[in-house]
């Protein structure tokens, strides 16, 4: 059973993280979580596949973290701030991780925050862009 | 009778405490946002509250997902720094005021809050890189601190009205309190910005230029707003302002602007920061 699609659907470029994403994510939030701890870091790089199974995610999760498949993940319900430490783990930084989800090379997106970052304009609903 | 004297606004973007603590702080990129608060120091150190409370976000760092409490409150006697996956910031424990906080719990629950009270709380980023805005690298940090984190990760967080008001109901906990004491209510968070997806990096000036300026100009139109206005004009991260609305909601109806600030980019963010004294 759907709902009726909500308002924020309609923000391009954006998944939110809403209660839905949350339950679908749960697994693979846990597991991402899970890399705040310097052991577990260690182990994941030792063998990614081997660590990723021990957390009960999809295999869809599973192929899209082994893949680093930022805009994937949020689809699937990974959220951001815990993303990040997936970014941490491989030692790259938010910006980093942000230049991939929009899909530049990562100096040009520290420029582009540095001319005063993405304009609004243009970026307030998928119907306005026509993606909708 | 303590009281709230003033709010201490400031977006708590992970890479200004980054800069500050990697000696980073005189670089070109960083140097301008740290001019910002050269003044704001000065007024702490003039304004000397003996107690902070800092309203923020835990950021997947003291809580995970298997718990995830719209408001929560630190209510123990000292708040160690989280690791949130480069080592912990090295700053100073964070000391807690377990009996005033037991207090304002008791009055906000019975001013229908349902609270979770954490004796137990690390405290990330969130709540640290204000206090290191506010004081610099201090061996202690001279306020005692409540923190009181908000859920803004998951959709939704709280309404900006019912932050508001939470604000009104932490006002009067504190000034029911019968000891002299100075508080300063940080609201923290935001300005605009977008750390996920493909409109990563949105900066939305006027929006926050409008926020800044309604704060004391037209709170109510603030609090009227709805949380889908937050994330479609100033980013999915930017609903981190309404906990800026709990900082106003404590400081009573009138309020001078005695200071602001507005830079960007710190990282992904239009860093904000207002100081407000209550009339």
């Known amino acids: 059973m759907a709902n009726k699609q ?33 052991e577990n870091r260690k182990e994941f790089l030792a063998d990614e596949r081997k660590y990723a199974q021990k957390f009960p995610m999809t ?3 599973r192929e899209a973290v082994l893949k680093r498949a930022w805009n994937r993940l949020l689809e699937l319900g990974g959220v951001s ?4 430490k997936l970014a941490f783990t491989d030692g790259k930084s938010y910006q980093f991780m942000a230049s991939q989800m929009v899909g530049v090379a990562e100096k040009d997106y520290v420029d582009m925050m540095l001319k005063g970052g993405r304009s609004i304009e243009g970026w307030r609903s998928k119907k306005e862009r026509g993606e909708a | 009778m303590a009281k709230i004297i003033a709010g201490f606004g400031t977006s708590h973007t992970p890479a200004i405490g980054a800069a500050l603590d ?13 001019a910002g ?3 704001s120091k000065a007024w702490m150190a003039k304004a000397k509250p003996d107690v902070a409370i800092v309203i923020y976000n835990d950021h997947v760092n003291a809580f995970d997902f298997k718990l995830i409490p719209t408001f929560a409150i630190g209510c123990g006697a000292e708040f160690t720094i989280a690791d949130e996956g480069w080592g912990p910031r090295p700053v100073p424990v964070v000391k807690g005021y377990p009996e005033l ?8 629950v019975l001013d229908e809050f349902d609270m979770t009270i954490v004796n137990e709380l690390q405290v990330d980023h969130g709540l640290t890189v204000p206090l290191s805005l506010a004081y610099g690298q201090p061996k202690e940090w001279p306020a005692r601190v409540i923190p009181l984190a908000v859920n803004v990760v998951q959709y ?11 604000g009104k109901a932490i006002r009067k906990a504190v000034e029911s309190w019968d000891e002299d004491l100075k508080v300063v209510i940080f609201g923290t968070g935001g300005l605009s910005h977008q750390i996920q997806g493909p409109r990563a990096g949105l900066v939305n000036t006027k929006f926050d230029t409008d926020f800044l300026d309604d704060l004391s100009r037209n709170p109510q139109r603030l609090v009227d707003l709805p949380p889908l206005e937050y994330l479609r004009e100033a980013g999915n991260e930017a609903i981190e302002m309404v906990m800026w609305l709990t900082m106003r909601g404590a400081l009573g109806d009138r309020v001078e602007e005695v200071y602001r600030f507005y830079h960007v980019p710190a990282s992904s963010t239009a860093v904000g920061h207002i100081i407000l004294e209550a009339r």
């Open chain 2, 37 to 39: 608060y050269e003044k």
């Open chain 2, 156 to 166: 939704p967080a709280p309404t900006g009205h019912r932050c508001y008001m939470l």
């Open chain 1, 59 to 61: 295999e869809e999760q």
């Open chain 1, 81 to 84: 701030y815990a993303l990040a």
């Open chain 2, 101 to 108: 906080a037991a207090h304002i719990v008791q009055s906000l």
């Open chain 2, 22 to 34: 990697l000696g980073k702080a005189g670089e070109r990129y960083w140097a301008p946002v740290f």
């Open chain 1, 6 to 38: 909500e308002a924020y659907e309609d923000i391009p470029g954006t998944w939110v993280f809403d209660a839905q994403r949350a339950r679908q994510g749960y697994h693979l939030n846990q597991f991402l979580y899970s890399l705040m701890k310097a």
